[in-house]
């Protein structure tokens, strides 16, 4: 690559860099969800800072920047914000959605000031912030999509399975969004979310208590190599979380004993790619920033290879794996 290419290269990601906190600020502060209700007619930059709550001189200059990131338009001093973008950064139920994406970025980077200690020692971050847990949650929304959307397109009849009086388990369910939305789904069902960090425990507790869901879903605290629910459940599902636990062989052992016959085990991560046409995709650049901040915290992306690797080492079948068009995969096995 030539000199100014590779520079041209280096300065748009310096720019992404900065892209990424202007998304925060339009996110956290309801700037984009302002302009979205507006509509085509747009807001002038005082109307934008009297609808979100934030000050003018401010509103101003975020707008400036939003417009030079290509994230709004502004005509006529009024600004509006693209139809396509408010659907990418706002519609959680939408797999191409990345609100959460750019949220949990921001947030998680301000534990980077341990980066280079962490790197230079090998120790990890021992602990984050309950606000950290709080972005995966909201990153994870996301993968709530992509179930609904790509896995059970995929899996027709694990759909039809789950009628009422079946069984639900969540396994490392942090704060229980996914269970809430399977709870609606699939009326008649009966839930059980497994969580093994306190305050995720108590989050998710309020989050169905929020939805009105206590009847038919409950939350646990307890061990991730000993679910429990032996033989009972239609769907044991695992989403983000087989690489962040200290064994996932033992956990996936435990996992699978919990699965009744004609049952079902869905795990959903995101796998960092192996093929080398892959490494250098816009989707690539994601996971690798992704995988930087797992390591921060003494935790890591793995391959689909090293992820089937736990299936093995626990005993289990060979599972079936699909590459979702999301990016994200689904490693699927059903109980004969």
């Given at each position: 690559?030539?000199l100014d290419?590779r ?5 748009a990601?310096?720019?992404?860099f900065?892209?990424?906190w202007?998304?925060y600020?339009g996110l ?32 101003s ?10 994230l ?6 009024r ?18 959605y990345?609100g959460?994406?750019f ?15 962490v790197f ?5 971050l ?13 990153l994870?929304?996301q ?5 609904f959307?790509e896995?059970?397109?995929?899996f ?25 939305a399977?709870a609606?789904?699939?009326a008649g ?8 960090e306190?305050?995720?425990?108590e989050?998710a507790?309020?989050n169905?208590a929020?939805?009105?869901l ?18 009972e459940?239609?769907l ?6 087989l ?6 062989a033992d956990?996936?052992k435990?996992a699978?004993?919990?699965v ?12 960092l790619?192996?093929?080398p ?7 690539a ?16 992306l793995?391959s689909?290879t ?5 299936y ?6 060979i ?9 994200a995969?689904?490693?699927?096995l059903?109980?004969?």
């Amino acid at each position: 690559m030539r000199l100014d290419d590779r520079f041209d290269d280096l300065v748009a990601s310096l720019g992404g860099f900065y892209k990424t906190w202007y998304v925060y600020a339009g996110l956290e502060l309801g700037l984009f969800e302002q302009l979205r209700a507006a509509g085509d007619k747009g807001l002038t930059t005082g109307e934008l800072a009297a609808a979100a709550g934030v000050q003018p001189d401010l509103a101003s200059r975020w707008a400036w920047g939003a417009d030079a990131h290509a994230l709004v338009d502004i005509d006529d001093n009024r600004v509006h914000l693209p139809a396509e973008l408010g659907q990418i950064l706002l519609d959680p139920n939408r797999p191409e959605y990345l609100g959460g994406q750019f949220l949990h970025a921001s947030i998680g980077s301000l534990d980077y000031h341990a980066l280079a200690d962490v790197f230079r020692t090998g120790t990890p971050l021992r602990s984050r912030p309950d606000r950290y847990r709080v972005s995966i949650e909201r990153l994870t929304i996301q993968d709530v999509a992509v179930f609904f959307q790509e896995v059970l397109r995929s899996f027709p009849q694990l759909a039809a399975d789950l009628g009422p009086g079946t069984r639900i388990l969540d396994v490392h369910c942090g704060g229980g969004r996914w269970l809430i939305a399977m709870a609606r789904q699939f009326a008649g069902t009966q839930l059980t979310g497994v969580e093994f960090e306190p305050d995720s425990v108590e989050r998710a507790r309020a989050n169905v208590a929020t939805a009105g869901l206590q009847d038919r879903v409950a939350i646990e605290q307890g061990s991730m190599i000993s679910v429990g629910h032996q033989a009972e459940a239609t769907l044991v599902y695992l989403q983000y979380s087989l690489h962040q636990l200290p064994d996932p062989a033992d956990t996936l052992k435990s996992a699978w004993a919990a699965v009744k016959p004609g049952g079902w085990l869905v795990s959903l991560d995101w796998h960092l790619p192996t093929d080398p046409e892959l490494l250098r995709t816009h989707h690539a650049e994601m996971i690798a920033g992704v995988q930087l901040d797992e390591l921060v915290q003494g935790t890591r992306l793995v391959s689909s290879t090293e992820a089937l690797g736990w299936y093995a080492e626990a005993g289990l079948p060979i599972p079936e794996l699909v590459e979702l068009p999301s990016g994200a995969s689904a490693i699927v096995l059903r109980r004969t």
